[in-house]
Every structure is written in C-alpha cells, then in structure tokens.
T-cell receptor, first 115, second 114 residues
Framework: GAGVSQSPSNKVTEKGKDVELRCDPI?????LYWYRQSLGQGLEFLIY????????KSGLPSDRFSAERTGGSVSTLTIQRTQQEDSAVYLC?????????????FGPGTRLLVL | AQSVSQHNHHVILSEAASLELGCNYS??????LFWYVQYPGQHLQLLLK??????LVKGIKGFEAEFIKSKFSFNLRKPSVQWSDTAEYFC????????????FGSGTRLSIRP
C-alpha cells in the first residue's frame, strides 16, 4: 500500500462499550506507533511496537487501553469500557526501523466520539 | 523524561510576513528534533528534522529550523509565508536512548491572512 491506513475513519460509541481501532502500516515497516490527539492538545504518545521486541506501553493512560500487533504488521488498539474523555483522534504511524531519528509516517486517524 | 514546549498556540500573520515558531525541549542527552505539519484535511507529515551535523536544517516549502543546543531550542522559521502555509505545526523530540519514540509538543496553529 501507498501509506498508513486506519479504520474506521469515524466511530461513535456509547459510554461503557468497547471499541477496536485498526492500523495497517506501510509494508515492510518494522516500527508502529499509536498516538492520541485531543481537541486543543498535542499528540500524546500511547504505545509503540518495534519488530519482535516487547512493546513500549509507557503512554497508555489506563488499563482500559491495550494494543496488539499481529504478525508484525496490522495493529489493533482496544479501548474497553469507553469513557467520554476517551473522545479524540487516534493516530497511527509507522517507520522503517526503530532506530533513533527515523521519520514516522502517519495515517489519517480514527475520530472517536464517546456519547 | 523528555518534554517539548511550544509557547505559541495560535499565530496569525499576513502573507509575505516572516515566521518564527518557538520550540524548546527538555532532555539532557543527545536528541533528534523534528517539525511535523498537518495541513487542513491532510495527514500529519514531516517538514524537516535535525539528525546530526549542521544545526541549521532546511526542509520543504522554504522552511528551516536551527538547533541551538545551549538553549534547548529548535525554532522554525520561514522568511515569507504564503496562504498555503496555513496549518498546525508540531515540534517533536526523540532521545537517542529511546530508539525511535517521539514526544510531541502541543502544536501551534498558523493562520495566514490572504
């Protein structure tokens, strides 16, 4: 594929429901990142995967958030028991390696609204 | 822990004005620095980055940034802005010790009056 893709592009859910957000990185990229962009805020780092190493989960805001990356490619970010404060744009990015200084390529994001 | 401060939340300029957006980071070790840009309705994309060497970095669309290590700064500049530069600009830092993990600032919204 040409770039990073994310689905769905928009998601509206009710408070308390679980949601899954999907990210398809650029083919061959070994590193994958998730960020959250809230209104008026910057990009908040959530989690990143590098190859087969254990992911860096240091940015996950609570244990309701989890992510996995299957087969070193597609990643799914899951938010359990969603809260209204989870409403944000969730961005995924990938880079060819996990070396310092690598450029990250971003997807279009998933806009999540929790009612 | 690394952090990035962008002091200007919203900047409004007229076309042909000069631009400087401030960025300061906090981290004592070796860093890579980035400016990313998000044009209306588009993906976030790289504008320029400092990796090593010349502290004056030139990017796309006439933008440049200067890494001043003593001031922990990486300000973005453009001598003459255009209406098409209207976008949100994010400064980001990557510490060598953190592999490719990037910490972003809160962003600066730039509005250009035609």
């Amino acid at each position: 594929g040409a770039g990073v893709s994310q689905s769905p592009s928009n998601k509206v859910t009710e408070k308390g429901k679980d949601v899954e957000l999907r990210c398809d990185p650029i083919s061959g990229h070994t590193a994958l990142y998730w960020y959250r962009q809230s209104l008026g805020q910057g990009l908040e780092f959530l989690i990143y995967f590098q190859g087969n190493s254990a992911p860096d989960k240091s940015g996950l805001p609570s244990d309701r958030f989890s992510a996995e990356r299957t087969g070193g490619s597609v990643s799914t970010l899951t938010i359990q028991r969603t809260q209204q404060e989870d409403s944000a744009v969730y961005l995924c990015a990938s880079s060819s390696t996990a070396l310092a200084g690598e450029t990250q390529y971003f997807g279009p994001g998933t806009r999540l609204l929790v009612l | 822990a690394q952090s990035v401060s962008q002091h200007n939340h919203h900047v409004i300029l007229s076309e042909a004005a000069s631009l400087e957006l401030g960025c300061n980071y906090s981290y004592g070790g070796t860093v890579n620095l980035f400016w990313y840009v998000q044009y209306p309705g588009q993906h976030l994309q790289l504008l320029l980055k400092y990796f090593s060497g010349d502290p004056l970095v030139k990017g796309i669309k006439g933008f440049e940034a200067e890494f001043i290590k003593s001031k922990f700064s990486f300000n973005l500049r453009k001598p003459s802005v255009q209406w098409s530069d209207t976008a949100e600009y994010f400064c980001a830092v990557n510490a060598y010790s953190s592999a490719s993990k990037i910490i972003f600032g809160s962003g600066t919204r730039l509005s250009i009056r035609p």
